[in-house]
């Protein structure tokens, strides 16, 4: 007999055999439940007692009944075995204390460091509230952190409302050349000058730039800039055609102040630090009091390489894309000065200015985060 037979059997006789008083001439107990009962036929299917066909130590459970392994455990026997095995093992008899200590049991069972514990909580409240009234500009200051490096981007809700004004641009001083060579002014600058191996077709190095504000501390040193332009004959480009790279090296925490979303990193590491951080738009004055963010015009990768900070722009109507702009950025070598000799003075010379540069880096808003203070930029 299969299984679903056997089932189907016991569910038959189940639903056809009510429950009797008397089975198989025998008298039932007065708490023989239904369940019993079809305990019993199920085992009667099984075993045939008439024919001895009886089930493993039946006998012996039977002539057995009496022994003192088969005796009803008396009351509370597990909590005198559990005290017996604690007593034993040396073990308090609670392991865990079940009610929580709270701040007051706490204070009350150290007295004597009740008054540590009050200037440790005076000293956190102080912390708390400094953090909450420099949290915002703070945390906006650190959105996004280039690797290694003290450059990053500031995304904002809206443009600040007090922008210190950039320097106007200037010619250097008279006592110095207006045009130098670029040995000349790899010796002004305290880093080494780079220049990218890799530029799109048509374009070609037009001018160069050197030059640092009275009051630009957040710069060690100059700061280099080379202009790009597209030259095909004959050929509109459909954006400015224009391609600037700024290098400088930064002496505190300078971050570019753009629209929240119109930024964000490329090749993330675990501590969150981007390889490069990728804008997409440019602050545009509107009405000669604020700022209004436009996107899909202006392209911008900030990248940094052996400390040195490098701002490369460009213009997405003319195909300089995220990825143009990366390829432009890890092309970027330092100037071998021993093949300076071989190259065109003309179109290689540096102009040396004061202030800013009137190119693709007009309306840019910087953030600068002194090492030495932390309560805003």
Not at 138 to 144: E, N, P, R
Not at 240 to 263: D, L, M
Not at 365 to 372: F, M, S
Request: some cysteine.
């Amino acid at each position: 007999m299969s299984m679903s037979e056997f089932e189907r059997q016991q569910n038959e006789e189940g639903r056809t055999a009510p429950l009797s008083t008397h089975w198989h001439g025998h008298d039932l107990p007065a708490d023989f439940s239904e369940e019993d009962l079809d305990f019993a036929q199920e085992l009667d299917t099984l075993f045939s007692v008439d024919e001895e066909d009886l089930p493993p130590y039946f006998v012996q459970t039977l002539l057995e009944a009496e022994s003192p392994r088969f005796r009803l455990l008396e009351p509370g026997f597990e909590q005198k075995t559990r005290a017996r095995v604690f007593r034993r093992l040396n073990l308090h008899p609670r392991l865990f204390e079940r009610k929580r200590p709270t701040f007051a049991s706490i204070v009350n069972a150290l007295p004597a460091r009740r008054m540590l514990l009050t200037v440790g909580a005076a000293v956190m409240l102080f912390m708390v509230c400094t953090v909450m009234m420099t949290s915002q500009s703070f945390a906006l200051g650190m959105d996004i952190m280039l690797r290694h490096s003290h450059s990053g981007v500031m995304q904002v809700v809206r443009p600040p409302t007090e922008v210190r004004g950039q320097s106007t641009v200037q010619e250097a001083d008279a006592s110095l050349p207006a045009q130098m060579t670029l040995v000349g002014a790899q010796q002004m600058l305290h880093f080494p000058m780079y220049l990218p191996q890799s530029i799109p077709d048509d374009y070609s190095l037009d001018s160069l730039y050197m030059y640092q504000s009275t009051d630009q501390s957040w710069a060690d040193g100059p700061i280099l800039e080379l202009n790009y332009t597209y030259s095909e004959p004959g050929v509109t480009p459909d954006g400015t055609g224009r391609i600037a790279i700024r290098e400088f090296k930064p002496k505190e925490n300078v971050f570019q102040v753009v629209e929240r979303g119109a930024a964000y990193p490329l090749n993330v590491d675990q501590m969150g630090q981007a390889e490069a951080i990728y804008i997409d738009g440019q602050w545009m004055t509107h009405n000669h009091f604020s700022h209004v963010w436009v996107f899909g015009q202006r392209s911008e990768l900030i990248f940094q390489r052996d400390g040195i900070v490098f701002w490369i722009v460009g213009d997405q109507r003319d195909g300089m894309d995220q990825s143009a702009l990366m390829n432009i950025a890890t092309s970027l070598q330092a100037l071998n000065i021993d093949r300076i000799l071989h190259i065109s003075e003309h179109i290689y010379s540096v102009t040396q200015l004061v202030g800013d540069s009137t190119g693709l880096f007009t309306g840019d808003i910087i953030a600068v985060y002194p090492e030495d203070n932390l309560t805003g930029p």
